[in-house]
T-cell receptor, first 113, second 113 residues
């Protein structure tokens, strides 16, 4: 089945230690999104890629970076995780045109010690 | 920017009772509308969406929603709740230019035996 895969499902890191989260898709969608979701809150969009074009949300901290080496893969890098960055990180994909659903991966739960 | 309001962060119903989860959006131009469900420690799964056409939309697991332009609403209903419906539900809208989602704050549905 076509899907969105996130690895790892659970990640523990230390305060200030860089961490990379991975997302891959078999849907061949143009757009890939990264969301941060804290407990009992709505997903918050961090940034998205339309093909290779990177689009950062205005309020996304500089500590968060992303790479998309090809259509299938996208990475979220947190350069210096703080305690406030502990959250669920969701990857999603869609076709570009408005009205298309976003397909979500299962998420990576990040713990910062 | 769009905004989405979900009235009631927690809703509790008895098994077999009607489920009604409310969603209102703010936009002068009707957006595209979505309902997603999220089970603990999982990603979001699409229940249904409205883009054009019939305003009553049927989705998976017996859920449906009705788009009411005059009320700027897209409430989610299910005639008879099942224990497996216990989850968190998110309403989302995207504007008609690009597939960027704006999520409501979510409603946790509890189903009592």
């Amino acid at each position: 089945d076509a899907m969105v895969i996130q690895n790892p499902r659970y990640q523990v890191t230390q305060f200030g230690k860089p961490v990379t989260l991975s997302c891959s898709q078999t849907l061949n969608h143009n757009v890939m999104y990264w969301y941060q979701q804290k407990s009992s809150q709505a997903p918050k969009l961090l940034f998205h890629y339309y093909d290779k074009d990177f689009n950062n949300e205005a309020d996304t901290p500089d500590n968060f970076q992303s790479r998309r080496p090809n259509t299938s893969f996208c990475f979220l890098d947190i350069r210096s995780p703080g305690l406030g960055d502990a959250a669920m990180y969701l990857c999603a994909t869609s076709r570009r045109l408005a009205g298309n659903e976003q397909f979500f991966g299962p998420g990576t739960r990040l713990t910062v010690l | 920017a769009q905004s989405v309001t979900q009235l009631g962060s927690h809703v509790s119903v008895s098994e077999g009772a009607l489920v009604l989860l409310r969603c209102n959006y703010s936009s002068s131009v009707p957006p595209y509308l979505f309902w997603y469900v999220q089970y603990p420690n999982q990603g979001l799964q699409l229940l249904l969406k409205y883009t054009t056409g019939a305003t009553l939309v049927k989705g998976i697991n017996g859920f449906e929603a009705e788009f009411k332009k005059s009320e700027t609403s897209f409430h989610l209903t299910k005639p008879s709740a099942h224990m497996s419906d216990a989850a968190e539900y998110f309403c989302a809208v995207s504007d008609r230019n690009f597939n960027k989602f704006y999520f409501g704050s979510g409603t946790k549905l509890n189903v009592k035996p």
